[in-house]
């Protein structure tokens, strides 16, 4: 009994490959965050991409009012659109990234 345990003290061969494994592990999960956060960064950029495009719309329009010459008549309707905050493309800026 006391030689197999001996021996399993002494047994060293999974240690490497262990040892390995925790090295690839650890790389890959620092590659996963990385990536993560790149991919974070391109989505944020998108996305502000997409605000500013809903921004820069011009909402205003103009209906012009008609008549005839003894019955009815109508007014015309006008609404304007003014510059929001926000409307501009670098007004979202990520922090620890240089603007573009």
Same mark, same amino acid.
């Given at each position: 009994?006391?030689?197999?345990?001996?021996?399993?003290?002494?047994?060293?061969?999974?240690?490497?490959?262990?040892?390995?494994?925790?090295?690839?592990?650890?790389?890959?999960?620092?590659?996963?965050?990385?990536?993560?956060?790149?991919?974070?960064?391109?989505?944020?950029?998108?996305?502000?991409?997409?605000?500013?495009? /809903?921004?820069?719309?011009?909402?205003? /329009?103009?209906?012009?009012?008609?008549?005839?010459? +003894?019955?009815?008549?109508?007014?015309?309707?006008?609404?304007? +659109?003014?510059?929001?905050?926000?409307?501009?493309?670098?007004?979202?800026?990520?922090?620890?990234?240089?603007?573009?």
């Amino acid at each position: 009994m006391t030689h197999i345990f001996t021996k399993l003290i002494n047994d060293e061969t999974g240690f490497i490959v262990s040892a390995e494994l925790i090295l690839v592990a650890t790389i890959a999960v620092l590659g996963v965050v990385v990536g993560l956060s790149e991919i974070a960064y391109g989505v944020n950029n998108e996305l502000e991409d997409v605000a500013s495009a /809903f921004g820069s719309v011009n909402q205003s /329009f103009y209906v012009n009012g008609t008549h005839s010459d +003894d019955k009815a008549c109508t007014t015309g309707s006008r609404y304007e +659109d003014d510059a929001d905050i926000c409307d501009s493309q670098y007004d979202i800026v990520g922090s620890g990234y240089l603007a573009e």
